[in-house]
């Protein structure tokens, strides 16, 4: 199994709702990460999970809240988020310490309304 | 502070000839560097790498130079083929796991 799964595909909420989005993969990877991108954009950098650890967080808003309950998951809640939130929000999973090859899912496409 | 920089958005080259798609990064701490491809409507696909040690990294039709003195990598594509239209991120990754990237290339293969 040489996959990133990301679920839901497309996501729509307001402002005032709550979510999550969900990341898995069964690669034995141990670095997982989530990328924002928006349109013609490069990813950005949001949090990375090193051996289920939160190791890096880019000045993320607490609005995004990322979780990390085993080696195998990864969410990201989602709360009171703005319209300009609206992106694809990239899973992706990387062998530790290795070339640094990511494993990236298809994305979540979020609207926030 | 964008680490990574791609400058040209678009290339376009016709079926056979050589691809040439270019890289820039400021942070001299970068360990290794990468090549995605990536269709619409999917995530990002590993292609290339090579690692700050080295000039050159061959795999294929697709070869990635490196030149450290001038901060440069670049990914050939020889022959490039109508299935290579696609956009192509370089990025770069600190000793931490932390990964940045360009903001892309999207390259169209004429027939």
């Known amino acids: 199994d040489t996959e990133v799964t990301q679920t839901p595909k497309h996501l729509v909420m307001g402002m005032t709702n709550k979510k999550s989005l969900k990341c898995e993969q069964h690669?034995?990877?141990?670095?997982m990460y989530w990328y924002k991108q928006k349109a013609k954009k490069p990813p950005e950098l949001m949090f990375v999970?090193?051996?289920?650890?939160?190791?890096i967080n880019e000045s993320v808003p607490s609005r995004f809240s990322p979780e990390c309950p085993n080696s195998s998951l990864l969410n990201l809640h989602l709360h009171a988020l703005q319209p300009e939130d609206s992106a694809l929000y990239l899973c992706a999973s990387s062998p530790y310490l290795d070339t640094g090859e990511l494993f990236f899912g298809e994305g979540s496409r979020l609207t926030v309304l | 502070d964008q680490q990574v920089k791609q400058n040209s958005p678009s290339l376009s080259v016709q079926e056979g000839r050589i691809s040439i798609l270019n890289c820039d990064y400021t942070n001299s701490m970068f360990d290794y560097f990468l090549w995605y491809k990536k269709y619409p409507a999917e995530g990002p696909t590993f292609l290339i790498s090579?690692?700050?040690?080295?000039d050159k990294n061959e795999d294929g039709r697709f070869t990635v130079f490196l030149n450290k003195s001038a901060k440069h990598l670049s990914l050939h594509i020889v022959p490039s083929q109508p299935g290579d239209s696609a956009v192509y991120f370089c990025?770069?990754?600190?000793?931490?796991?932390?990964?940045?990237f360009g903001a892309g290339t999207r390259l169209t293969v004429k027939p």
């Open positions: 090579i690692s700050s040690i080295k």
């Open positions: 690669m034995g990877h141990r670095a």
């Open positions: 990025a770069a990754r600190l000793n931490n796991n932390d990964m940045r």
């Open positions: 999970y090193s051996y289920e650890k939160l190791s």
